[in-house]
Each structure stands twice: as C-alpha cells, then as structure tokens.
C-alpha cells in the first residue's frame, strides 16, 4: 500500500485524496468559500517556509541537482547522477534534489555514500510521494513555491541532468531570476549535449534572434558531458574559504 503525504500527515486507502493541496489552491473557486478557506491557507503557507529555513538555515554551502524522475538504475545517466553527489560531497558540498527516484534519487544516493548531508525536498503529488531512501535531511511540501524558493535560496549553482517539465520549471526559474539579477553568483550547468544542444540552439537561433532575449542571456548557462567539469562550473562561483 503505497503512502501519500501531505505535510506531516501520512495518507492510505480511501483517506488518500483525488487532487493535490497545491492543486485545491489553484483550483477554479465555484463557491464564496474560498472568503473563508484562503485566509487560513496563509498560514499553513507560512508554517512551509518557516519550517524549511528552520531545516535547512545551517545547510552550509550546497548544490541542486535536478533530472528526470523515470531515469532507469541502469542507465549511464544515474551513474552520472551518482558520479555528481559523491564528488560534491568530497569537495565541501551538500546536494539538494526533489527527493524522488530517477535521478534526484542518484544524486542523494552519491551524496549519502559519500558520507554527506544529502538533501531531498519532497512535493505532495499523487503519483509521486516521499522521498527516496538516500535521503538523510527531508521535508515535504505541500505547495510548489515554497519547496522551489528552497533549491534556489540554499543552493550555490544548479546542476541539471536530461530531464521533463519539472527540470525545465526549475532551470528556466533558476534563469529568470540570474537574468534580472534577483540573485546573483548562481552557475547553471546542463549536463548532456545531445540533450540540451537542440533547446539551446532554439534559443539562440528564435527567441534571441527575434529580440525576446538578449544574446548574452545565453551566457548564464553552461553545457557539458564531462561530469567533473559540471560540478567545477556549478561550484565555481563559491569563494574558497566557503567550503571547508
């Protein structure tokens, strides 16, 4: 029986519920209820973001590591995600994922072998719950924006591995906020060039050459297949007295 978690409460069987918190929350509002019901939702809003810069507030220097979640064991893309957290954590790092399988579940597990702190931050989906086994500091959130306001406000850089719309969201806010300098010293690495070349020669040949983006935006983001250079370029921009 698989368990469905929504926040700190564990669901089973017919108690498990057909749309996620975040879901309720961006659902159409049918009925002035939400007068009643929104308010009471800030604070539980509130009490996500307390308890993650409670947990993670002593974190020290770490990176995100994002990829897909249906990546296979077998594949050289989760060696590669294994590859990454382990030689994070030899260099001084910790390393944040989304907590589930695939490869946020590689990157944990490099981290946790390692001997490092191996950071998962989970999400209340119905087809995604809890956090994987490699996990040693996890929190689960409800609500999207607070648990994405975490991989970026105690992150250093940003590693990304072949991955679908969840690894977009999470590149394309990480670009956002470097852009309009909102942050700033935060290294974007992809890792693949088969991978990423074809959405980063979109970019450059359409939306900069059609003036939506300016040409040196595509600066901020680093593409490679040497692991090791990924993880060089993603802790580049943390001072060497900022890891022990």
Known sequence: MNDYYQGPVVLRGR??????????LLSE???PTWLHDDPWRVLRIQSEFVEGFGALAELGPAISVF???RTSPQTQEYADGVHIGR??????FAVITGGGPGVMEAANKGAHEAGGVSVGLGIELP?????????????NFRYFFAR??????YAQGFIALPGGFGTFDELFEALTLVQTRTITRFPIVLVGHDYWD??????RGTVAVSGKISPENLDLIAVTDDIDEAVDLATAAVPSDGVE
């Open 15 to 24: 108690n498990v519920p057909a749309q996620s918190t975040s879901g309720r």
């Open 29 to 31: 509002q049918d009925a």
């Open 67 to 69: 990829g897909s979640a």
């Open 87 to 92: 030689t994070l954590v030899e260099r001084g």
């Open 127 to 139: 087809f995604e719950q809890g956090v994987n086994e490699y996990v040693n500091l996890g929190i």
């Open 148 to 153: 994405k306001t975490m991989f970026v406000k």
């Open 198 to 203: 074809g959405l980063l020669d979109w970019l």
